[in-house]
């Protein structure tokens, strides 16, 4: 098994550009997420999934979207890119008992800059 | 409101001595408790868990933690520390469709 995959590893967006970052998981867990961490704040929960077509926010929303089109896949969209975004993106999955109560396996993560 | 807090930011060890990184959380019900490490430029990783039962919970690697209820805390501990345990650790409350995690404590290993 592949477990948790992201693209890409690195990107730079200018100002208002938008983009997608991809997540991605094998182990055909229900419950996926979306991270970003930043220096001295630990990670902050964005975004997730408690199944295909069912997606919820999480502790700091604002400027995401996502949709949960298969099991496998989980995008993360940034309309238009601010520099406040500039952070590591981190995506998570777990087999089943909601985000907050299974181990969860992380992707290697997606360090973006916004410039 | 939910709270994670780990008030060491840095801490450095000398290989072959104890460690403790301590945890204190913040929340209304008895919540469930990780802990995960981070290696440089890596996804983080499970070390343990808390949901329920034995206060005193065994992990990878040779760490443990003890969950303590009076205290509101959830330290981690392992007996020697080895020089690849040098990375950032975790401490993180989980609930239904909650996570929270604490701003994680540097560990560096002396020779």
């Known amino acids: 098994n592949a477990g948790v995959t992201q693209t890409p590893k690195f990107q730079v967006l200018k100002t208002g550009q938008s983009m997608t970052l991809q997540c991605a998981q094998d182990?055909?867990?229900?419950?996926m997420s979306w991270y970003r961490q930043d220096p001295g704040m630990g990670l902050r929960l964005i975004h997730y999934?408690?199944?295909?077509?069912?997606?919820d926010q999480g502790e700091v929303p604002n400027g995401y979207n996502v949709s949960r089109s298969t099991t496998e896949d989980f995008p993360l969209r940034l309309l238009s890119a601010a520099p406040s975004q500039t952070s590591v993106y981190f995506c998570?999955?777990?087999?089943?008992?909601?985000?907050?109560?299974?181990?969860?396996?992380f992707g290697p993560g997606t360090r973006l800059t916004v410039l | 409101a939910q709270s994670v807090t780990q008030p060491d930011i840095h801490i450095t060890v000398s290989e072959g001595a104890s460690l403790e990184l301590r945890c204190n959380y913040s929340?209304?019900?008895?919540?469930?408790l990780f802990w995960y490490v981070q290696s440089p430029g890596q996804g983080l990783q499970l070390l343990l868990k808390?949901?329920?039962?034995?206060?005193l919970v065994q992990g990878i690697k040779g760490f443990e933690a003890e969950f303590k209820r009076s205290q509101s805390s959830f330290n981690l501990r392992k007996p020697s520390v080895h020089w690849s345990d040098a990375a950032e650790y975790f401490c993180?409350?989980?609930?239904?469709?909650?996570?929270?995690f604490g701003s994680g404590t540097k560990l560096n290993v002396k020779p």
């Open positions: 993180a409350v989980g609930a239904i469709n909650k996570f929270y």
């Open positions: 998570a999955s777990s087999y089943g008992g909601g985000v907050g109560t299974d181990t969860q396996y």
């Open positions: 182990m055909n867990h229900e419950y």
């Open positions: 808390y949901f329920s039962g034995d206060t």
């Open positions: 999934s408690v199944g295909a077509g069912i997606t």
């Open positions: 929340y209304g019900a008895t919540p469930y």
